[in-house]
């Protein structure tokens, strides 16, 4: 299995801007894709002339967001031959963000659930041919064998290949944004040995069950799963 992520992943991320902030907007969905890890570090975005025309936006837009996000320290670019924009790696050490408004964090966490559960059942609902099959599976072995510099970036494209698996494309949208949100708050603590342990054993069960078409098992174990992250993000946040 590649990295590659899946297709509405993909659309989800490079899908275009609005008009009246292109810039901001252009700025805001490579952050996205970075914290998604759709990109990898240390790999390259596509060409500027293909992020122009999935953004809607100019090439002089395009180039202006990437000189922006280079300049704070996330994408580098190079020249020559094997040229490019590159994912910086490391990726810059997000600052402390303090405590976080209650409301927000209430907000962003109940969208969550309410997005990942419904996208485990719907996968689970479906009759998922042999192809999807192995991709999920093969997506699940690869977080569990991730080390920990990867772990969440591997984390969050299994838990988008659940979304996609869904077949509601406009959930895949949503989960992402949802989900960058999430990430860049995680991303300011540690992870915990133990707590990549258990949360690999539930992502083996809310696989098992997306594969076994069992949709009341699959929403539980998501909801069960989703409990633990969130009781850490309480506890370093709020």
Known sequence: MTDEPLREVRRAVYRPVREGNALEDTVARLV?????????????????????LRYAVSRDT?????????GAGFLVPRRGRYGGTFVADPLPQPPDPGKVDAAELDDILGLRRVLEAGAARAAAER???????????ARFEATSAATEADYRRLDTLLHLTIAEMSGIPSLVTLAAENRARVNA????????????????EQHERIVTAILAGRAEAAEAAVLEHLAGSEALLRGFLA
């Not at 996205?32 to 122009?52: C, H, N, Y």
């Not at 708050?185 to 690999?200: A, G, K």
Request: glycine share 4%.
């Open 32 to 52: 996205q894709t970075i914290r998604l890890g759709v990109v990898a570090p240390g790999e390259s975005l596509p060409p500027e002339r293909e992020l122009a």
């Open 62 to 70: 395009v180039r202006e967001a990437i000189r922006e996000l280079a």
């Open 127 to 137: 009759t998922l041919d042999q192809p999807v099959r192995e991709e999920l599976w």
């Open 185 to 200: 708050w995680l991303d300011t603590f540690p992870l915990l040995p133990r707590n990549i342990e258990h949360s690999n």
